[in-house]
């Protein structure tokens, strides 16, 4: 039998001062200029939402689209989400924690947590009568428009930062649209965008005039992790802090669920991590200001590299309320949890999951954290996407000639050295 799908939004409401608006292709209020978000009628969702109906959904993210924003009968749809969330026990008992599990969006069709808020960001721009897709991108966003815009005939243009990794410029253009690469950071880029959205109005910038159905995307981590866990919350969750977008939308996702009656345990205690190239959050957070400072990028987290966050305001006011935390690392801190991960758990990451997982080390380290109670650490990106951090370490153990005895003297000189 064919589930019967409907979405429970209502509208848009500014998340500064609550005006309301219908759905329409905006993103900030007329009253106070504030950003706007997607709402929804939960309390006609209780009873209707339930495990059952769930998990008669498809095996993507789109099994939770009665909390999405409403996107027709079929949605842009390459398989995003549902991902593996997979207990760490090596990695775990490296950091001296009693509960570690990792939610590894590598697995995502274009290798990213971003092919599900471009899932979403589309399939709404569908509805309401784009025909092109664009964005402002660190790279992985840019990837995945391409992807899904090729995927139904759409043409593309993604804008970026020019010195991005290469591999993130390739994964890009491949899909055939317009790549435009800026001569600045993202920041640059972002402001390149807003004003190209006022020249082109039929163009869907994903994360600009579509910002509210795109961010909406993210919950799905959250529907994702406690459906995962039995419907249980997990105690603690790490998430890596580009916009801040993801960071506040896992908690939406997370606090949808319990006015749902659908889960056991209280909201997770959220936590951030970022680079300390490009750190504003966790730099107001640790010195307890209220607002923070725009920083100029130098990291080689790139698709983290975002100086003046979109949603900063709102991650250092969920920090404060529930007594988290937010990590800044260093770039040889980075790749050598990039390593870490690799070696004790098999997940190949990005820059942006080293920094997850330094950030969690550094934080459990502190103290911050507390190592005896349950965590998720969200792993956002794909290790093929940023190879050019870890070409030159990451290489042949020894050039040996085609001989035995070579073979064995190579055999004997690794043994040797991994005893030292």
Not at 22 to 29: D, K, L, M, V
Not at 89 to 113: C, M, Q, Y
Not at 136 to 153: M, P, R
Not at 218 to 228: G, P
Request: aromatic content about 6%; some cysteine.
């Amino acid at each position: 039998m064919k589930k019967e799908t409907m979405s429970f939004a209502t509208g848009l409401i500014c998340r500064e001062c609550s005006t309301t608006y219908e759905i329409a292709a905006r993103y900030s209020c007329d009253e106070c200029f504030g950003p706007l978000e997607v709402a929804y009628d939960l309390e006609a969702a209780k009873g209707k939402v339930t495990h059952e109906s769930i998990a008669a959904g498809p095996g993507s993210m789109w099994r939770y689209r009665d909390l999405l924003p409403e996107v027709g009968e079929n949605p842009i749809d390459l398989g995003a989400g549902w991902t593996p969330l997979r207990r760490a026990h090596r990695l775990g008992a490296i950091l001296g924690v009693k509960e570690l599990w990792l939610k590894d969006d590598t697995r995502n069709p274009t290798g990213s947590f971003k092919d599900r808020v471009v899932s979403v960001a589309l399939s709404a721009a569908r509805e309401l009568g784009f025909t092109t897709a664009a964005c402002a991108s660190t790279g992985n966003l840019a990837t995945s428009v391409a992807a899904h815009a090729a995927s139904i005939g759409w043409p593309s243009v993604t804008i970026i930062p020019s010195d991005l990794e290469k591999s993130k410029i390739a994964m890009t253009a491949i899909f055939g649209g317009t790549v435009l690469g800026v001569e600045g950071n993202y920041d640059d880029v972002n402001r390149l965008c807003v004003e190209l959205v006022s020249e082109h109005p039929d163009w869907a910038f994903a994360n600009v005039n579509l910002r509210p159905f795109y961010a909406e995307g993210s919950k799905t981590l959250a529907f994702e992790i406690a459906e995962q866990l039995g419907w249980k919350l997990p105690d603690q969750v790490v998430v890596p802090v580009a916009s801040g977008s993801q960071f506040t939308k896992v908690s939406k996702g997370f606090n949808e669920l319990i006015t749902l009656g659908l889960v056991e345990g209280d909201s997770p205690v959220m936590f951030g991590s970022q680079a300390t190239g490009c750190s504003p959050i966790a730099t107001a957070h640790t010195k307890g200001d209220e607002i923070f400072t725009p920083q100029r990028p130098n990291t080689i987290a790139r698709s983290l590299a975002i100086g003046n966050p979109a949603d900063g305001i709102y991650v250092l006011d969920k920090l404060r309320q529930q007594g988290g935390d937010c990590g800044s690392v260093s770039d040889p801190e980075i790749l050598e949890c990039i390593e870490l991960l690799a070696r004790s758990e098999g997940i190949f990451a990005e820059t942006a999951g080293g920094v997850t997982i330094a950030s969690l080390r550094q934080m459990i380290e502190r103290g911050t954290i507390d190592r005896n109670k349950s965590i998720v650490a969200v792993i956002s990106g794909h290790g093929l996407k940023t190879l050019d951090v870890i070409v030159d370490s990451a290489t042949v153990s020894a050039t040996i000639r085609p001989t035995l005895e070579s073979a064995q003297d190579a055999l004997t000189l690794q043994e040797m050295a991994a005893a030292q």
